[in-house]
T-cell receptor, first 115, second 111 residues
């Protein structure tokens, strides 16, 4: 059982370039999330999805877009990367059907540097 | 929206108890979690507590919840060097289930 898998694990981008981060989960979870982690800032929610075909903005959505075309995948796009988007990005998923256990399961993270 | 606060650093000696504190603002938070992040890794769930509980114990871990003060604590007994990590508190409101995380507390354990 792989859980939550993020690709790539590392990436260096030049300012203005675009890229897509892929998140895949094999737990049949309804909810999926993208967070960014910066020193001293903890985890901040970028976008989330409550089901296939739905997305919603989180705390820091500007400069990012997302898509959830399939239940198991959640893509995070940067159309024109900026140095302020240098961060570690985490994808997570959770089940909302099992009312007893609803914790989020995390991927291993993508370290993105924008130069 | 929900705001979760926790202190940024805690230093303890090996064998002592560690207590990491957290406060949250949304009184409708139903699910409260503690996650552990080791260097270079993602977050892993340590333990959780429901808002209708006051305490939960799991081996060396004790979670205390003061719902009136919206205060959550994690106590690690007999702290080991392997417990050195960042610990995140998270709260989720019963309707949305979307967790809001604190900034994380870096626990440093000295031999």
């Amino acid at each position: 059982n792989a859980g939550v898998t993020q690709t790539p694990k590392f990436r260096v981008l030049k300012t203005g370039q675009s890229m897509t981060l892929l998140c895949a989960q094999d737990m049949n979870h309804e909810y999926m999330y993208w967070y960014r982690q910066d020193p001293g800032m903890g985890l901040r929610l970028i976008h989330y999805s409550v089901g296939e075909g739905t997305t919603a903005k989180g705390e820091v959505p500007d400069g990012y877009n997302v898509s959830r075309l399939k239940k198991q995948n959640f893509l995070l796009g940067l159309e024109s990367a900026a140095p302020s988007q240098t961060s570690v990005y985490f994808c997570a998923s959770s089940s909302q059907l099992a009312r007893v256990r609803t914790e989020a399961f995390f991927g291993q993270g993508t370290r993105l540097t924008v130069v | 929206g929900e705001d979760v606060e926790q202190s940024l650093f805690l230093s303890v000696r090996e064998g002592d108890s560690s207590v990491i504190n957290c406060t949250y603002t949304d009184s409708s938070s139903t699910y409260l979690y503690w996650y552990k992040q080791e260097p270079g890794a993602g977050l892993q769930l340590l333990t959780y507590i429901f808002s209708n509980m006051d305490m939960k114990q799991d081996q060396r871990l004790t979670v205390l919840l003061n719902k009136k003060d919206k205060h959550l604590s994690l106590r690690i007994a007999d702290t080991q060097t392997g417990d050195s990590a960042i610990y995140f508190c998270a709260a989720a409101e019963g309707g949305s289930y979307i967790p809001t995380f604190g900034r994380g507390t870096s626990l440093i354990v000295h031999p």
